[in-house]
């Protein structure tokens, strides 16, 4: 059974967002696997620079539970550019496993396809790239095995909401407890 996740860090990352769904998911004993989209350190958009577990090329969504995009500019163009990352957006979502992007990300999903008659949530600016998603302003939306958020703000959220997602609410309430994070 897949339950690893991956976290695709493109240049120009959204740093918040991806180290509080890659911290939290830890925390969750959920295995996450940080990728670059090349080999190396990867520099977000506010030149902090992340060392990934590992190269895109080396993971195998065939082991992948669900693939989580952080956002910020120009990571998620980034992400959207990438060949390999629609192409595992829309083989897990086609095989019954979750997708989920937060902020500008949600685009990547549009475009694959994934958002078509789904309620989904991004960046404001961003509505008019979620396809023929359901637009939603809600802080974290979540649609069947589609998860989207807004921005750095609800990062947290979001993270907690794939961990329930993935683990069941208990897990997640024992986190959010064990955080101090307002229910």
Request: aromatic share 2%.
């Amino acid at each position: 059974m897949q339950d690893k996740v991956l976290v695709p860090l493109a240049p120009g990352f959204e740093e918040i967002e991806a180290v509080t769904i890659l911290d939290v998911l830890r925390r969750a004993e959920i295995p996450v696997v940080a990728a670059g989209l090349t080999p190396g350190p990867v520099r977000g958009a506010h030149d902090i620079t992340f060392e990934p577990d590992a190269s895109l090329d080396d993971v195998d969504a065939g082991e992948l539970a669900m693939i989580v995009l952080p956002g910020g500019l120009p990571g998620a163009t980034n992400l959207l550019e990438d060949e390999r990352i629609g192409k595992i957006v829309r083989e897990l979502h086609a095989s019954g496993r979750h997708v989920a992007a937060i902020c500008a990300a949600p685009m990547v999903l549009g475009a694959a396809g994934v958002l078509d008659g789904v309620p989904a949530t991004c960046y404001p600016g961003f509505e008019d790239r979620l396809g023929d998603a359901i637009r939603s302003e809600e802080r974290v939306v979540r649609a069947d095995r589609v998860l989207t958020s807004r921005g750095p703000g609800t990062a947290l959220e979001f993270a907690l909401a794939i961990v329930e997602t993935l683990r069941g609410s208990g897990p997640a309430s024992a986190l959010r407890e064990g955080m101090l994070v307002r229910a």
